[in-house]
């Protein structure tokens, strides 16, 4: 592990009053397990009602990856030409599943506020990391996006 370096951004994805968006999801190599070191999220929009603005996040990992649309991760590493082997979606229509662990529960104002979560956090061979927001319900809609960076 530690060796090539990588780095994913998402693109937006809408988040709707009382709506659940399963934002990213990284999981690692069959081969190898993988460490995240940076992993952040972005809000852009208008957010709602004064008193009702607090979105859910969780930090997860889980056994089952779901269903979504493939992000391209990037080689962060000049040293190194490689491809990683980390793979990611975004977006999710089938949400990841089985044995999910909340690693940590946040929220924040999504008409001022983003939201990072230092990292170091390791992950097994074939185990899944995704981001999981959760609106309330005076939400206006907001685009959300992710960075997540990591070593293989």
Excluded: W
């Excluded at 709602?48 to 493939?70: L, P, W």
């Excluded at 082997?85 to 983003?114: E, F, H, L, M």
């Amino acid at each position: 592990m530690a060796g090539r370096k990588f780095a994913l951004n998402t693109g937006a994805i809408s988040l709707t009053a009382s709506g659940t968006v399963h934002l990213v999801g990284v999981k690692a190599p069959s081969t190898h397990g993988i460490v995240l070191t940076a992993m952040e999220v972005s809000f852009e929009g208008a957010g709602g009602a004064s008193t009702e603005r607090a979105v859910k996040i969780e930090y997860c990992t889980c056994t089952t990856d779901g269903t979504g649309t493939a992000v391209t991760v990037n080689n962060a590493d000049r040293q190194d030409d490689g491809t990683p082997a980390t793979i990611a979606k975004q977006g999710y229509t089938v949400a990841p599943s089985g044995s999910v662990v909340v690693i940590r529960t946040k929220y924040t104002d999504a008409n001022k506020t983003d939201d990072s979560f230092p990292g170091a956090l390791r992950l097994k061979a074939d185990e899944v990391f995704f981001i999981r927001l959760t609106a309330p319900v005076g939400l206006t809609t907001v685009n959300v996006a992710a960075f997540i960076g990591g070593d293989e």
